[in-house]
Nanobody, 123 residues
């Protein structure tokens, strides 16, 4: 399975973007799909995750109430809707897939990663 992230771009503060993570190859199965981001000079950080079967979601505190993760099983795609964007949200955003069970998708390692998509928020 390959993951393809898209939807990044340049947006003004307060604006919105929707990122997509599409799976090619086999079905988009597994335990969870997560979004992560990495800004220059910073470590990669967790943003949001969704359990594939139940749809249960997890969010980093910094994006709660602004970002929404969702999935479309038929399209084998996971989305990250980002509203009220701030300059500190600027980063390369990555999607990743966790195959096996994990108690907390915010903290467990992910097995497969897509290439990133750049999100730039201007002030």
């Amino acid at each position: 399975v390959q993951l393809q992230a898209s939807g990044g771009g340049l947006v003004q503060a307060g604006g919105s973007l929707r990122l997509s993570c599409a799976a090619s190859g086999r079905t988009f199965s597994g335990y969870a799909v997560g979004w992560f981001r990495q800004a220059p000079g910073n470590e990669r950080q967790f943003v949001a995750a969704i359990r594939w079967n139940s749809g249960y979601t997890y969010y980093a505190d910094s994006v709660k109430g602004r970002f929404t993760i969702s999935r479309d099983n038929a399209k084998r795609t996971v989305y990250l809707r980002m509203n009220s964007l701030k300059p500190e949200d600027t980063a390369v955003y990555y999607c990743a897939r966790r195959v096996g069970f994990c108690t907390n998708p915010q903290q467990c390692p992910y097995d497969f990663w897509g290439q990133g998509t750049q999100v730039t928020v201007s002030s």
